[in-house]
């Protein structure tokens, strides 16, 4: 009997940890859904929101001052970064093989990069050409198309170098209405495949920016 009543305490230390450690989890999950890996409908009411309030008034500027849709502006910078500011970074290595391939010489271009644009760059200003930087998640090689800095992209003025570069782009397919296409642009490259699956990321890419326009069309 006594044994039984020295293990009682014991056992409620374990449930309570035990409580205490699902609590923990359940928390941790739901702060990365919030914030981070928004591809299920609970937390794009918190993307919407972060990227409302992290980015709203310079998205109306810009977007007004380049004709572009703000809506799309707002629905691609939650689809690419989540609304978070700062935006983060992701360093893609397949990209940085592909820069010292046309640094060599072995490969004669990357999309508009040459051989002359990487002339004695080191391999961290390549590893930086090959990392997406800012809310709408440039690669660092995108800056060379507008003659800009790294630092434009990634910091206080990346939404105007964003839409900038999206302006010099696509932004003719943005002003005809097209957005499939232009939500396919800014991930691939290509406009939306006219027949099998898209080459997004994520496959839900498209149709996702698409409704996450419907919800910031309310905030024009």
Same mark, same amino acid.
């Given at each position: @009997?006594?044994?039984?009543?020295?293990?009682?305490?014991?056992?409620?230390?374990?449930?309570?940890?035990?409580?205490?450690?699902?609590?923990?989890?359940?928390?941790?999950?739901?702060?990365?859904?919030?914030?981070?890996?928004?591809?299920?409908?609970?937390?794009?009411?918190?993307?919407?929101?972060?990227?409302? +309030?992290?980015?709203?008034?310079?998205?109306?500027?810009?977007?007004? +001052?380049?004709?572009?849709?703000?809506?799309?502006? @707002?629905?691609?910078?939650?689809?690419?970064?989540?609304?978070?500011?700062?935006?983060?970074?992701?360093?893609?290595?397949?990209?940085?093989?592909?820069?010292?391939?046309?640094?060599?010489?072995?490969?004669?271009?990357?999309?508009?990069?040459?051989?002359?644009?990487?002339?004695?760059?080191?391999?961290?200003?390549?590893?930086?050409?090959?990392?997406?930087?800012?809310?709408?998640?440039? @690669?660092?090689?995108?800056?060379?198309?507008?003659?800009?800095?790294?630092?434009?992209?990634?910091?206080?003025?990346?939404?105007?170098?964003?839409?900038?570069?999206?302006?010099?782009? $696509?932004?003719?397919?943005?002003?005809?209405?097209? $957005?499939?296409?232009?939500? /396919?642009?800014?991930?691939?490259?290509?406009?939306?495949?006219?027949?099998?699956?898209?080459?997004?990321? +994520?496959?839900?890419?498209?149709?996702?920016?698409?409704?996450? @326009?419907?919800? +910031?069309? /309310?905030?024009?």
């Amino acid at each position: @009997m006594e044994n039984n009543r020295r293990s009682e305490p014991r056992w409620k230390w374990a449930s309570a940890g035990f409580a205490v450690l699902l609590l923990a989890t359940l928390l941790f999950s739901e702060l990365n859904r919030r914030i981070d890996g928004q591809w299920n409908h609970p937390g794009e009411w918190w993307g919407l929101r972060a990227t409302e +309030h992290n980015y709203g008034e310079e998205v109306r500027k810009w977007s007004d +001052h380049y004709d572009v849709s703000f809506a799309y502006l @707002m629905a691609l910078i939650q689809l690419e970064s989540g609304g978070r500011k700062p935006a983060g970074k992701r360093f893609e290595l397949h990209v940085f093989n592909r820069l010292k391939e046309v640094q060599r010489g072995s490969r004669t271009n990357y999309e508009n990069v040459t051989q002359a644009d990487l002339f004695e760059a080191s391999d961290e200003a390549l590893r930086n050409l090959a990392t997406s930087w800012g809310p709408f998640q440039l @690669m660092g090689y995108k800056c060379i198309i507008l003659d800009r800095q790294i630092r434009d992209i990634r910091g206080q003025d990346a939404v105007r170098a964003g839409v900038e570069w999206i302006d010099a782009t $696509y932004g003719g397919v943005l002003r005809s209405g097209n $957005y499939k296409d232009a939500f /396919h642009l800014h991930n691939t490259g290509k406009p939306f495949p006219d027949s099998g699956p898209p080459l997004t990321f +994520h496959p839900d890419y498209v149709i996702k920016g698409i409704r996450l @326009m419907d919800a +910031h069309q /309310h905030k024009e």
